[in-house]
Nanobody, 117 residues
Framework: QVRLVESGGGLVQAGGSLTLSCAVSGDIIRFNYVAWVRRTPTNLRDLIAAVGRGDPPNYADSVKGRFTISRDDAKNVVSLQMSSLKPEDTGTYYC???????????WGQGTQVTVSS
């Protein structure tokens, strides 16, 4: 059973930065696809960032230039660096990994990010 645990969320002022981490139990190298998904306070789900092995990362238009997704296969960690945060970035951020894009894969429990104006 693969388990994902997110951390790094919190309360930050607009313009600030946070780095989210997703620790994966097991070898992440088996999973070609990693992503971060946000659930907004209005319960909408947004794909924030995703990357497949060998592919360039994809970002939601709203976060391009501000967020960076990365993976460290040696440490079994997926990260999301967030800068120039805005109140509209507020939400619960979930880590998702899958063998390939389009598969349900495995999900973490989420970490809350709140950006105050």
């Amino acid at each position: 059973q693969v388990r994902l645990v997110e951390s790094g969320g919190g309360l930050v002022q607009a313009g600030g930065s946070l780095t989210l981490s997703c620790a994966v139990s097991g070898d992440i190298i088996r999973f070609n696809y990693v992503a971060w998904v946000r659930r907004t306070p209005t319960n909408l789900r947004d794909l924030i960032a995703a990357v497949g092995r060998g592919d360039p990362p994809n970002y939601a238009d709203s976060v391009k230039g501000r967020f960076t997704i990365s993976r460290d296969d040696a440490k079994n960690v997926v990260s999301l660096q967030m800068s120039s945060l805005k109140p509209e970035d507020t939400g619960t951020y979930y880590c998702n990994i899958a063998r390939n894009a389009g598969e349900y894969g495995f999900w973490g429990q989420g970490t809350q990010v709140t950006v105050s104006s």
